[in-house]
Nanobody
């Protein structure tokens, strides 16, 4: 079955960096758009960044542009989210997702990881 496993979350001070990884199995990774979402308690899951199957196109939420970078290594079936200049408002659970199209709506993504917690202290 399809599995997306996130790693790399943790606690970091404001201004610091983290790199999240999402390793996929059970699907043809190189044919899927990969994306990162985040969800705070009581809020809807929000798009953070997405990358096309061959890595040629990326998309970012305005709130993370210039600070976060999404990338992928199709040989390793892994997508990454490099997060720099982290702020307390970035604190929440981050999810990776696999879908067909590079879009921002969570309902368009078919497969999801279990999430990884990112906490940014002030």
């Amino acid at each position: 079955q399809v599995q997306l496993v996130e790693s790399g979350g943790g606690l970091v001070q404001a201004g610091g960096s983290l790199r999240l990884s999402c390793t996929a199995s059970g699907l043809t990774f190189s044919t899927y758009t990969m994306a990162w979402f985040r969800q705070a308690p009581g809020k809807e899951r929000a798009f953070v960044a997405g990358i096309s199957p061959n890595g040629g196109s990326t998309s970012y939420a305005d709130s993370v542009k210039g600070r976060f970078t999404i990338s992928r290594d199709n040989a390793k079936n892994t997508a990454y989210l490099q997060m720099n200049s982290l702020q307390p408002d970035d604190t929440t659970v981050y999810y990776c997702a696999a879908g067909v199209r590079l879009v921002t709506m969570s309902r368009d993504y078919r497969y999801w990881g279990q999430g990884t917690q990112v906490t940014v202290s002030s």
